[in-house]
């Protein structure tokens, strides 16, 4: 699977638009657009920022299949 299709699933597993989720990896959502599609990939600093999201979205999957609050 290419890094663009992971990060898009990623987001919209989150509920997050291209804007929502190129904020919280502080990057523009021109940048996110490029990376879903293709056509650039994450800096070193940006895929530590979407790995780091994606490891806390996983506990809060975890957390809530288990019952327990975030």
Do not use: D, H, Y
């Amino acid at each position: 699977m290419s890094i663009g299709k992971m990060i898009r699933e990623l987001r919209t597993a989150m509920g997050l638009t291209q804007e929502q989720f190129a904020a919280k990896v502080g990057v523009t959502f021109s940048t996110v657009n490029r990376w879903e599609n293709g056509r650039g990939r994450p800096s070193p600093l940006a895929l530590r920022r979407i790995e780091e999201m994606q490891a806390k979205f996983r506990v809060k999957c975890k957390m809530r299949i288990r019952g327990e609050s975030a």
